[in-house]
């Protein structure tokens, strides 16, 4: 396993690393919003190149490490396919991104813009990466982990740097998770110093299970969110880091991540996915229960939303 901690010195190194190539996306503070008495900060991560978080790990490890001839390979819901392939463009090298059959055609019409090679196939993420990994010892090609690798992490972690930056006084911040690269990053930064809360579908509960199992294991995988939260299990590096600086992991229905995909879109015109809105819904569904005048920051980390799948959250909604 890689260095089980990831430090600050790793997400400052990161920071430098990757500012010239990654947008600083806004933090917005709105005063007793979503139904809570206190301050709510949203981090506007979505704004980010590619749509999402994943491109700061994708920099970090492509400038962290030398791109071999055969290029770059990665496995991917969407998020981190488009981030990689945009990254790999920007620094003038060919991608292969492997995605399951779920995935959002939005994403990979993203991803495809990029001009990264997509091969389609397998019904969920791990078979994606299964089919990444066989292509990564047949060609030597650099893989480029979603989630369990150190520059990955460091480089989410990045994000928690800005926002404190723009927000220093937080009490808790609630984050989306999927495989744990950017709850791992975020927990790296603020461990021991800010609540640090995972934020699951009820669905797909990776993190959730392998805390409470004491280790790694494997989930069934079935949520509105799966195509960007839907790994089968937590990785080794995710799960020695959350155990320590992870507080605490809330579940959510899929209903209330539509609701609160609705909710962004009717009250403040933000168009999130699924995944997107998963760390809101925790707080507008009661799956997390903040103390009076709590000061709660909601990680909003990714833009490639169908906006038909949108929409019919919206209509539902009303």
Do not use: N
């Given at each position: 396993m890689a260095n089980?901690?990831?430090?600050?010195?790793?997400?400052?190194?990161?920071?430098t690393r990757i500012a010239a190539h990654i947008r600083h996306t806004p933090a917005w503070t709105l005063p007793g919003a979503f139904g809570h008495g206190g301050p709510v900060s949203l981090k506007l991560e979505f704004l980010q190149h590619a749509g999402s978080f994943k491109t700061r790990g994708a920099f970090n490890t492509l400038l962290s490490k030398p791109v071999p001839a055969a290029g770059i390979a990665a496995a991917s819901g969407g998020n981190h396919?488009?981030?990689?392939?945009?990254?790999?463009k920007q620094l003038g090298a060919k991608a292969r991104i492997?995605?399951?059959?779920?995935?959002?055609?939005?994403?990979?019409?993203?991803?495809?813009?990029?001009?990264?090679?997509?091969?389609?196939?397998?019904?969920?993420?791990?078979?994606?990466?299964?089919?990444?990994?066989?292509?990564?010892?047949?060609?030597?090609?650099?893989?480029?982990?979603?989630?369990?690798?150190?520059?990955?992490?460091?480089?989410?972690?990045?994000?928690?740097?800005?926002?404190?930056?723009?927000?220093?006084?937080?009490?808790?911040?609630l984050v989306a998770v999927g495989g744990g690269g950017l709850i791992s990053g975020v927990a790296s930064w603020w461990a021991g110093r800010v609540k640090v809360v995972g934020v699951e579908p009820e669905g797909?509960?990776?993190?959730?299970?392998?805390?409470?199992?004491?280790?790694?294991?494997?989930?069934d995988v079935q949520s509105v969110a799966a195509d960007s939260l839907g790994a089968r299990s937590a990785g080794e590096l995710v799960y020695?880091?959350?155990?320590?600086a992870v507080d605490h992991v809330a579940l959510v229905t899929d209903d209330a991540i539509r609701d609160a995909q609705a909710q962004l879109w009717r009250?403040?015109?933000?168009?999130?996915?699924?995944?997107?809105a998963t760390a809101l819904a925790a707080?507008?569904?009661?799956?997390?229960?903040?103390?009076s005048g709590e000061r709660i920051g909601i990680l909003l980390c990714g833009a490639n939303?169908?906006?038909a799948k949108l929409d019919d959250a919206v209509k539902s909604f009303a």
């Open positions: 089980p901690t990831i430090t600050r010195a790793d997400i400052e190194a990161a920071h396919g488009a981030a990689v392939a945009y990254a790999a492997f995605v399951p059959e779920i995935s959002s055609p939005a994403k990979i019409a993203v991803i495809r813009s990029h001009g990264a090679e997509v091969v389609i196939g397998g019904a969920r993420y791990a078979d994606a990466q299964a089919a990444c990994d066989r292509y990564v010892a047949e060609s030597g090609a650099l893989r480029v982990h979603p989630f369990d690798a150190d520059t990955t992490i460091a480089g989410q972690g990045t994000l928690a740097r800005e926002w404190e930056a723009d927000a220093p006084a937080l009490d808790t911040v797909s509960r990776a993190l959730h299970a392998a805390l409470e199992a004491g280790r790694p294991v494997d989930v020695a880091i959350c155990r320590e009250d403040w015109r933000i168009a999130s996915e699924p995944g997107g707080l507008t569904s009661g799956a997390y229960k903040p103390a939303v169908e906006l």
